[in-house]
């Protein structure tokens, strides 16, 4: 296989073929390097050293209603986790500001729902106007299924960049992860971000069973989503989930962590490809080689569990020579 014909197709935008994705996927470790240096390739053409940072807030934790197998937020599951209710607007704001003062070039405001009310879009949005004439940062909401168009506009016209709803896993598989809510759902949610003109945040959840064909459909599925942002997460397996028992993660290797990236990054390589949850625990002291091929990461803790010290993220982009900017 010519991985520099790969990387000049995917600088044109044009991803490998199937073929060529799964055998990607299926280097052996000796041979990742390769495949991380053309992912670095692409990666540097279309966003040289820069990096997106962005912060997590959890705005409202837990008593979720649906059932999502990996989640500590779902009513079904009996993880130990601080619960509450939707944070007040000057909360959010608040939160908004020490995001901001940490560096953060995108603010993530998550609250544990199926979908939100009128009640819940009007509060994000308040809130979003509220951070938007005050700070220079970029707003994702992540609220769950939204059917209405109607609050997919309101929230663009608050000033909403970004809507994040992940596919998580293929439509084969969904029913093993949830059943609360179909892979159609999350589908449909996606169209109707984006035909409000908000920019699609969707990503995947890697490390809960999946084979590698499967890896590679999710990075098909994405591109044809035309997902601008990308997370890549892998399980962390939390008790008192389903999935929380780790088997599922057993073979997320960190060289494994990076083939999979590098397959989102040579599929998708305008997006904004995100080393997400879980690279702490899978990618371990390989973690910088990931932010070669991905642009983006979360500083910080993620939704219910501790990320790495946020100094420490700062100080692997500084001796990577990357630099967070938008
Ligand atoms: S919809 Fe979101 S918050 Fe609710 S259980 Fe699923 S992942 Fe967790």
């Not at 908004?96 to 819940?120: L, Q, Y």
């Amino acid at each position: 296989m010519d991985l520099n014909q790969i990387v000049e197709r995917a600088i044109k935008n044009e991803p490998p073929t199937y073929e060529e994705a799964l055998a990607l996927l299926r280097f052996e470790d000796e041979e990742t390097l390769l495949l991380v240096d053309a992912a670095w390739r692409v990666r540097r053409a279309f966003f040289g050293n820069r990096v997106k940072v962005n912060v997590l807030l959890n705005a409202k934790s837990g008593y979720c209603p649906e059932d999502c197998g990996y989640c500590s937020q779902s009513r079904h599951a009996q993880s130990q986790i601080n619960r509450y209710p939707m944070m007040s607007v000057e909360e959010i704001v608040e939160k908004a500001r020490e995001a901001f003062s940490k560096g953060a070039n995108r603010f993530c405001i998550v609250t544990a729902m199926r979908g939100p009310t009128w009640r819940d879009i009007e509060r994000v949005a308040e809130a979003t106007r509220r951070i938007k004439a005050e700070i220079p940062i970029e707003i994702c909401a992540c609220m769950g299924i939204i059917d209405d168009p109607a609050k997919a506009k309101l929230l663009k016209e608050a000033g909403v960049d970004a809507y994040n709803h992940n596919i998580n896993t293929t439509a084969e598989r969904y029913d093993k992860i949830t059943r609360t809510h179909t892979y159609a759902d999350r589908v449909q949610t996606a169209q109707t971000i984006k035909q409000a003109g908000i920019s699609l945040c969707s990503g995947v959840i890697i490390g809960m069973g999946e084979s590698d064909e499967e890896i590679v459909n999710l990075a098909y599925s994405l591109r044809e989503l035309e997902a601008e942002s990308i997370p890549v997460n892998f399980l962390i397996p939390i008790k008192g989930t389903p999935l929380g028992n780790g088997k599922t993660t057993k073979t997320l290797t960190p060289w494994r962590c990076l083939r999979v990236l590098a397959i989102f990054r040579l599929t998708n390589p305008k997006a904004e490809i995100r080393a997400s949850a879980g690279r702490e625990i899978h990618l371990r002291t390989l973690q910088p080689l990931a932010m070669l091929i991905a642009n983006s990461l979360f500083l910080g803790d993620y939704l219910t569990e501790k990320g790495q010290k946020a100094e420490d993220d700062w100080q692997m982009l500084e001796d990577l020579g990357l630099i967070a900017q938008l």
